[in-house]
């Protein structure tokens, strides 16, 4: 199977269009979404609702063997909080970042896990992929993710196509990691006496300490990525208080996510063909400042886009696809493992 990239995967003939929060798997299943600013785990035993524990995140994660022990140390603390039966789990489903499909990151990361617990069963993926689930179900139709990264995925006539996912150094346009960084720019800009916000340098004190320390507080982090990506909320209270940089931080935020998806349903979706388009993840939470202006633009680009809220999280999506049937197009973004079975 091919790594997630940005070739297209055609989808096999009679694939049904439209929307469906799809069938979720029915025996035990552990849902994990493990992000870089946090990690969240899920069980389901049968047709009982699932118990979520949560974490921090991955802050070291590499796609490559690297990806194994910065995942299992986020997992181990959690999987002590749960009532774990005394029997195999009949799946375990991840959704994750830096693993960008099947290859060596998600396969290291498969055997890992069935070091840690039996499982009959181990489906490795992008955060994107459980994401995408999430939102739409196993249907056909773009989704955006927006949290500490930003990537969309859609399945379509055309194909699977993802946009952007390329990381807080080459990509993620409109990510909270971007938004953050360039709030504390403006910050430390005003702080030189080089224009920038005042107001952002008054909310990075008070976050960060003396800004003068700003380099060793950042840099020296466990997770600077994360500390970076949580400065979101205060380039919020300040575009909510009317200042002109945090403002224009997020419209820019906005019009970077929508283009993102808009690239994902033209590769996807054929002209004529009708797709939904939703979303996820946490930076979406900011309605006013990200939300809002993000479907303004996709309605004034493609209003033949059917966009709906998400049926649910990534954790609802892991176990939808933990059901997904052989020959459905997601799977070719999966690593599936039974090494473990009995």
Not at 166 to 173: I, R, V, Y
Not at 248 to 268: K, N, P, V
Not at 270 to 285: I, K, M, N, Q, Y
Request: charge should be neutral.
């Amino acid at each position: 199977m091919r790594p997630l990239g940005t070739s297209l995967t055609p989808l096999p003939h009679g694939s049904p269009p439209g929307r469906s929060s799809g069938t979720v798997f029915a025996g035990t299943c552990l849902v994990i979404d493990a992000g870089r600013t946090g990690c969240r785990v899920a069980l389901h035993d049968g047709g009982a609702g699932g118990e979520v524990v949560t974490g921090p995140g991955l802050a070291g994660v590499a796609d490559g063997e690297r990806s194994a022990g910065p995942f299992l140390a986020a997992l181990r603390p959690l999987l002590r909080r749960l009532p774990l039966p005394d029997r195999p789990l009949d799946a375990v489903c991840i959704g994750m970042t830096g693993v960008l499909g099947p290859g060596a990151a998600a396969a290291v990361v498969a055997d890992a896990v069935h070091g840690l617990l039996p499982a009959r069963r181990v489906l490795v993926t992008s955060d994107v992929v459980t994401g995408y689930c999430g939102a739409v179900g196993l249907a056909l139709g773009v989704v955006v993710a927006a949290g500490t990264g930003a990537i969309a995925l859609g399945v379509g006539g055309q194909g699977v196509a993802r946009v952007d996912g390329w990381g807080h150094l080459l990509g993620d346009a409109g990510s909270g990691y971007e938004i953050g960084r360039r709030g504390l720019a403006a910050a430390l800009r005003a702080h030189d006496g080089r224009g920038g916000s005042a107001l952002l340098a008054e909310l990075a004190t008070e976050a960060l300490g003396p800004l003068d320390e700003v380099v060793r507080t950042v840099y020296g982090a466990g997770n600077p990525v994360g500390v970076v990506a949580a400065f979101t909320a205060r380039v919020a209270e300040a575009a909510r208080q009317g200042d002109g940089t945090a403002r224009a931080i997020w419209a820019d935020a906005a019009a970077e996510i929508a283009a993102t998806s808009l690239a994902a349903a033209a590769r996807a979706c054929g002209p004529a063909e009708r797709a939904t388009l939703s979303w996820t993840g946490g930076l979406f939470d900011a309605a006013d400042l990200l939300l809002e202006p993000f479907l303004g633009h996709v309605r004034a680009a493609r209003p033949d886009l059917d966009a709906r809220p998400p049926l649910g999280s990534a954790l609802d999506g892991g176990r939808r696809l933990a059901a997904a049937p052989a020959g459905h197009p997601l799977l070719g973004l999966v690593h599936v493992s039974d090494g473990n079975k009995p």
